[in-house]
Each structure stands twice: as structure tokens, then as C-alpha cells.
């Protein structure tokens, strides 16, 4: 990201308190027990969708230390979307010099992802390819 200081971009500071958000339920997320790999990654491609407002669905797909895909789709906003155009955001999860997996996000009719989401979408990658390379 851009800095925010002085000559730093607006929408970098604007996405600042999204990043800390994103940071803070991440946290909250990697800190909770739960029973697996699975689990972790279905909570985590929710968050995706939850902080990203133009992610219709979120499909993280690893394979470190096994192959699995998690999937979550946001709730259907009311009326019409603004805009037809659709527009499917992948990014890769490289940790250590291998791909560890992808985080897939599709605006699904909701328009083209915004610097700061693809900014924010990142963070979180670069997040979940930290938590991968913890549980190798």
C-alpha cells in the first residue's frame, strides 16, 4: 500500500481503517480453536466477503499441508446490482517461493473491484499465506 502520510494517496488513507479492521477480526479469526484447516479457511474466505463490498463470493483454494477449497458467498444486496459488469479477482498465496494456494473473489455483477479492495484483498492474502506457512 501507499503511504498516508504527507503525498500519501487518499483512498490510502481512506483504507486505512478497513486494513486495521481486517487485521483486528483476522486475529480474532487465526486466535479462535477450531477443528481444521477447513474450518479456518471457510472463516476466512466470510471475512473476505464481510470486508470486501463489492466480493459477492470468496473461494480460497490450498494446498499446504492438504488440498482444500472453501467457499462463501455474501447475502444478496436488495434491488438490482449498479453495474453488469463482472469481475473475478484472483490472487496468488506464495509463501517461501511455492504457490501455497489462491484467494478467488468475484464481484459477480457488482462492478470492478475498487484499488482499495484490491489493496485490502492483499492484506489478507498475504495473511493467509503467513497462517499456510505456520501450519506446514
Known amino acids: 500500500m501507499t503511504g498516508t502520510g504527507p503525498g500519501g ?13 481486517l487485521c483486528h477480526e483476522y486475529a480474532a479469526l487465526a486466535g479462535a480453536a477450531v477443528a481444521g484447516l477447513a474450518e479456518f479457511l471457510a472463516d476466512a474466505a466470510a471475512l473476505a466477503v464481510r470486508v470486501l463490498p463489492t466480493a459477492q463470493s470468496a473461494c480460497i483454494r490450498v494446498r499446504v ?17 449498479a453495474r453488469s459488469s463482472r469481475e473475478v479477482l484472483a490472487i496468488p498465496l506464495v509463501g517461501r517461493g511455492d504457490l501455497a494456494g489462491i484467494l478467488e473473489l468475484d464481484s459477480a455483477g457488482r462492478g470492478d473491484f475498487p484499488t482499495d479492495e484490491r489493496e485490502l484483498a492483499e492484506v489478507l492474502a498475504v495473511l493467509l499465506t503467513l497462517s499456510l506457512g505456520n501450519a506446514a
Open 9 to 21: 494517496s487518499e483512498s490510502a488513507m481512506l483504507a486505512a481503517p478497513a486494513v486495521i479492521t
Open 65 to 81: 499441508p492438504e488440498v482444500v477449497t472453501a467457499v462463501a458467498d455474501a447475502d444478496e444486496p436488495p434491488g438490482p446490482p
